[in-house]
């Protein structure tokens, strides 16, 4: 079973520019998470969506964060523009049925590094 | 007072020796306590998770939960180099949001 994939692994960029990552879950989770992690901390949620829905985007910075995920699989995460705190490891999770809770497991992708300067 | 504390270590240990790694926590709804591990530049991946309080064993791991304490702990037997990484302990309500400490970095000496 292929785990989640994420690209690209590094990113370095100059503030106020922009930035995408993107995630594909393992075939057949129903549910997608965005977290943040920086260097020294666990990892925040950001956005986590169940199919094509939203469940909870309540930690996401909305006035500069985006995240779409399309047909209910592939997802895409903008920062637009970057911040210099926006450098962290920006990690992808899935898993496969959220009716079944926290039993559920997340499994994560590697994660894309992202260094502002 | 956070949610959690967890102490960032590093925690540096021979091989063989019993490792003990704790989380406090305050909020009294949580439910479900999850042990993640953390290899350098990989995700998170899911060790243990156990609901209520009690203990939970996996070969050589134990999770122990005391809810009356709100701590919780993670103990790796006979450890050994290939367990070196961080540790994440992580907390559940019951709903789908997870949080997670800041992680206890861990080396095991050859």
């Known amino acids: 079973e292929a785990g989640v994939a994420q690209s690209p692994r590094y990113k370095i960029i100059e503030k106020r520019q922009s930035v995408a990552f993107w995630c594909n879950p393992i075939?057949?989770?129903?549910?997608l998470y965005w977290y943040q992690q920086i260097l020294g901390q666990g990892p925040k949620l950001l956005i986590q969506?169940?199919?094509?829905?939203?469940?909870?985007d309540s930690q996401l910075p909305k006035d500069r964060f985006s995240a779409e995920r399309l047909k209910g699989v592939d997802s895409t995460l903008k920062i637009q523009p970057a911040k210099l705190e926006d450098s962290a490891v920006y990690l992808c999770?899935?898993?496969?049925?959220?009716?079944?809770?926290?039993?559920?497991?997340?499994?994560f992708g590697p994660g894309t590094r992202l260094t502002v300067l | 007072q956070k949610e959690v504390e967890q102490d960032p270590g590093p925690l540096s240990v021979p091989e063989g020796a019993i490792v003990s790694l704790n989380c406090t926590y305050s909020?009294?709804?949580?439910?479900?306590f999850m042990w993640y591990r953390q290899y350098s530049r990989k995700g998170p991946e899911l060790l243990m998770y156990?609901?209520?309080?009690g203990n939970k064993e996996d070969g050589r791991f134990t999770a122990q939960v005391d809810k009356s304490s709100k701590y919780i702990s993670l103990f790796i037997r006979d450890s050994q180099p290939s367990d070196s990484a961080t540790y994440l302990c992580?907390?559940?309500?019951?709903?789908?949001?997870?949080?997670f400490g800041a992680g206890t970095r861990l080396f095991v000496k050859a």
């Open positions: 999770a899935s898993s496969l049925d959220p009716l079944a809770g926290v039993s559920d497991t997340q499994y």
């Open positions: 075939s057949g989770h129903a549910t």
């Open positions: 969506f169940q199919n094509n829905g939203v469940v909870d």
């Open positions: 909020n009294s709804a949580f439910q479900y």
């Open positions: 156990t609901y209520s309080s």
């Open positions: 992580a907390f559940n309500t019951g709903g789908f949001k997870t949080i």
